[in-house]
């Protein structure tokens, strides 16, 4: 389930996609606009690598269901579940995770915050999906879940032609401050003992 559609850098300002330090989101869109993809004569956007070869840790993507399905009870026989991307004829690929060797091929301005814990250095991804004469159909941003294992429909987004076109036509740090990126943590705010504790746990993981 994609939350909506980003066509201009307001747009994608405004989502908050991988805004603050160390989250690696935003270097990895400029990077795909810039260096992963070329728009030829006819305005089409076309992979300048294979992505089923696997390079930069490229791979194919499961639209699988990211939220519980609604399962059958005795009164009701419809099954509902909500992908997190629209159906396709074409395939699905992702890339972003920072953890496989194959993404030290990604530039060290992508890589350069992650640390390797469980903190927000690692949550962004971006999927594509590419039709056979490798043109690039649509382009999606998403980021983990808080448990690490699913993505966030809420926080989805299909990226526009146009807007990648944009981002290409810019350096990178002209493009992060006009994405609003902030090289500041954000401030977490705990309430009371247990939201402490919790943090403190959180950070011994």
């Known amino acids: 389930m994609v939350r909506g559609t980003l066509n201009t850098m307001a747009d994608l300002r405004r989502s908050g996609f991988g805004r603050h330090l160390p989250r690696h989101g935003l270097k990895l869109l400029f990077w795909f606009a810039k260096n992963y993809i070329k728009f030829d004569y006819m305005g089409e956007m076309v992979a300048r690598y ?5 390079g930069f840790d490229f791979h194919p993507f ?12 005795t009164h009701i026989s419809v099954i509902s579940c909500n992908f997190l991307l629209p159906d ?11 953890n496989p060797e194959e993404s030290n091929c990604l530039p060290q301005y992508v890589r350069k ?16 999906s590419l039709r056979p004469d ?3 159909d649509k382009v999606y ?3 983990h879940d808080d448990d690490g294992l699913s993505f966030d429909p809420d926080n989805t ?15 990178l740090h002209k493009f992060l401050k006009q994405a609003g990126y902030s090289s500041r943590q954000p401030i977490i705010h705990m309430n009371d003992y247990e939201d402490i504790l919790s943090y403190f746990e959180y950070l011994r993981l």
């Open 50 to 54: 294979n992505p089923n070869e696997g």
């Open 62 to 73: 499961q639209n699988r269901p990211e939220w519980d399905c609604s399962y059958a009870t």
């Open 88 to 98: 396709n004829v074409h395939p699905y690929y992702i890339v972003g995770n920072l």
């Open 113 to 128: 915050d992650f640390t390797g814990d469980q903190d927000d250095s690692n949550m962004d991804r971006l999927i594509i």
């Open 134 to 136: 490798g043109t690039v």
């Open 141 to 143: 941003v998403t980021q």
């Open 157 to 171: 987004y299909r990226v526009t032609r146009g807007l990648l076109r944009d981002i290409s036509g810019l350096k």
